[in-house]
Nanobody, 125 residues
Framework: QVQLVESGGGLVQAGGSLRLSCALS????????MGWFRQAPGKEREFVAS????????LYADSVKGRSTISRDDDKNTAYLQMNSLKPEDTAVYYC??????????????????WGQGTQVTVSS
């Protein structure tokens, strides 16, 4: 059974950076594409970024493109989301997700077989 555990969230000032981590256990990490979503208070959960198996391709939401980088380390069974130039509107709970296939376009309806519990990111102005 796949388990995902996020870490790295916290409070940061606008313009700052954070790196989120997502550790997968229970199945071979290399079998899964990984992704990040976020949900702000009162809003629907939205796609942030994804990376295919072995990191061949990545996909980003327009809202984070150019400011964020998704990566993976298959030796550590971990995916990362490096977020730079953070804005108050980036404040949300960030969720890690995995699936056996990688989305090719946004929106990513139906993607995400396994989900983590989320990590809070708060950006102060």
């Amino acid at each position: 059974q796949v388990q995902l555990v996020e870490s790295g969230g916290g409070l940061v000032q606008a313009g700052g950076s954070l790196r989120l981590s997502c550790a997968l256990s229970g199945r071979p990490f290399s079998d899964y594409a990984m992704g990040w979503f976020r949900q702000a208070p009162g809003k629907e959960r939205e796609f942030v970024a994804s990376i295919s198996r072995a990191g061949y391709s990545t996909l980003y939401a327009d809202s984070v493109k150019g400011r964020s980088t998704i990566s993976r380390d298959d030796d550590k069974n971990t995916a990362y989301l490096q977020m730079n130039s953070l804005k108050p509107e980036d404040t949300a709970v960030y969720y890690c997700a995995s699936d056996t296939w990688a989305p090719s376009s946004v929106p990513t309806r139906g993607w995400g077989r396994h989900w983590g519990q989320g990590t809070q990111v708060t950006v102060s102005s």
